[in-house]
């Protein structure tokens, strides 16, 4: 991988070059150039940490689809329109701008009309996989949960080509941003099916992952699955959902302890204080309700220490409602 100023040197003799690839000339050299530069541009914004180059990659491949636009082949024009997606997803990431996403939608949309799963697989897969994830920022950006659900309908897609027997690590990664759009949707439409199928995907990622293979990414996809339970309890008003979020995000939290895995283990805490808090009110539970005190008390530590402001105010409702559910026991 290039560094830094490899790839300054890169845009310097790319956009010296550009003047004599003129345009009415030498069309498509010149649109070349301009598509390398926009590429120069974009690795050079990821390693100098500027995010503000991602507007001159954009413009630079926006020059290039001017020409590839007017060629009868659209393929090259096709891979310029995701390359511009990726530097406005980015730029919309760095400035958390819900109207330069939208551009990036609109790119990979573009791009998608060329690059089929017949012709490309590989290409298909990797733009709807970023078309997904540009949509689920702004879906949750704009609030939007048609944007949200059309992004789930997209990772659900793209399993059917990286399934977890042909691509498991890919598989994954699809399993796990599926998984996140769920909670998105969840949170904001609960119903049974979004929570049974956030809990069935999480379930499925942890069982790939392995508890052996990787305690820590396990226990935190298992505080997925209690989190996700605890939603459906509300939703449902089922206790049965918080009896069975209960025992998974207690061995969770053990295997977290077991490895130290800060801050990590004060999410599954907090987790595990909320849902035992809704399961001691149910059944009218002091010793549930002196554990949810303890399991928050025991989250807001790390949360405090770490200056996690949002994260410890959090944490203090769950608390104060665990206190006053004891109280009123008593």
Known sequence: MQDGDDFKQ???????????YDIASVPQDHAQLQ???????????????????????????????????????RTLWASVESDLGNARMMQASAASDPDIMAKSVQAYEAALTVTTRDKDADGWTRNQSNLASALSSLGYWRNDVALLKRSAGIYRSIQAVRTRARDPERWATTQGNLANVLSMIAAREPSPDVFDEAIAVNRALADEVGR??????WASLQNEVGYALTLAGRSENNVARFEEAVPILREAIAVQKKINSVPAVAFTEDSLCDVLTDLGAARKDK????????????????????????????????????????ADLH
């Open 10 to 20: 890169s845009v310097t003799a790319l956009e010296a070059a550009l003047p004599f």
């Open 35 to 73: 598509n390398d530069l926009g590429s120069a541009y974009y690795y050079l914004a990821g390693a100098s940490n500027d995010p503000s180059l991602y507007q001159k990659a954009a413009t630079a491949h926006e020059a290039a689809l001017a020409v590839y636009a007017t060629l009868p082949d």
């Open 212 to 217: 052996d293979r990787d305690p820590d990414r």
């Open 287 to 326: 010793a549930l309700a002196e554990e949810a005190i303890t399991a928050c008390q025991e989250a807001l530590v790390i949360f405090r220490d770490r200056k996690m402001d949002d994260l410890t105010a959090g944490s203090e409702k769950n608390l104060a409602e665990a206190q006053a559910l004891l």
